[in-house]
């Protein structure tokens, strides 16, 4: 059974291709347990797009922290275009880590979500 309940979403929806724009990938998660969890996600892009406004980066660490039995917590996280990002539709993986009190993981989730670029 999931411990965590993983919710996502974009806004703006869609970043423009060739330009320098961004997104905010909007991260929702939910403890379902009856334990605290330490919880962090791993987000790897692909090279056309970036965690960075200033250089390529396509892996990155959100931490989470605790969370509380049924307690929800949210983190934004921003992608970017720029000239090497051509009209696409982008996976963008996510993997959700969450540890018990023994450090042990109690829970692995692994999302793709899908970014699109347009044309301006």
Same mark, same amino acid.
């Given at each position: 059974?999931?411990?965590?309940? %993983?919710?996502?979403?974009?806004?703006p929806l #869609?970043?423009?291709?060739?330009?320098? *724009?961004?997104? =905010?990938?909007?991260?929702? %998660? /939910?403890?379902?347990?009856?334990?605290?969890?330490?919880? =962090? &996600?791993?987000? *790897?892009?692909? +090279? /056309?797009? *970036?965690? *960075?406004?200033?250089? =390529?980066l396509t &892996?990155?660490?959100?931490?989470?922290?605790?969370?509380?039995?049924?307690?929800?917590?949210?983190?934004?996280?921003?992608?970017?275009?720029?000239?090497?990002?051509?009209?696409? /539709?982008?996976?963008?993986?996510?993997?959700?880590?969450?540890?018990? /009190?023994?450090?042990?993981? #109690?829970?692995?989730?692994e999302e +793709? $979500?899908?970014?699109?670029? =347009?044309? $301006?």
């Amino acid at each position: 059974m999931a411990m965590i309940k %993983l919710h996502t979403e974009f806004f703006p929806l #869609a970043l423009r291709a060739q330009t320098r *724009s961004n997104v =905010e990938l909007r991260v929702v %998660l /939910e403890n379902t347990s009856d334990k605290f969890l330490w919880v =962090e &996600l791993d987000v *790897s892009v692909p +090279n /056309e797009i *970036s965690l *960075s406004p200033v250089k =390529e980066l396509t &892996l990155g660490k959100a931490r989470f922290g605790i969370l509380k039995p049924g307690q929800l917590k949210e983190k934004k996280i921003k992608i970017y275009s720029g000239v090497k990002t051509v009209k696409y /539709e982008y996976k963008i993986q996510l993997t959700l880590l969450a540890y018990d /009190e023994d450090a042990v993981i #109690a829970d692995r989730k692994e999302e +793709n $979500v899908y970014l699109r670029a =347009e044309d $301006v």
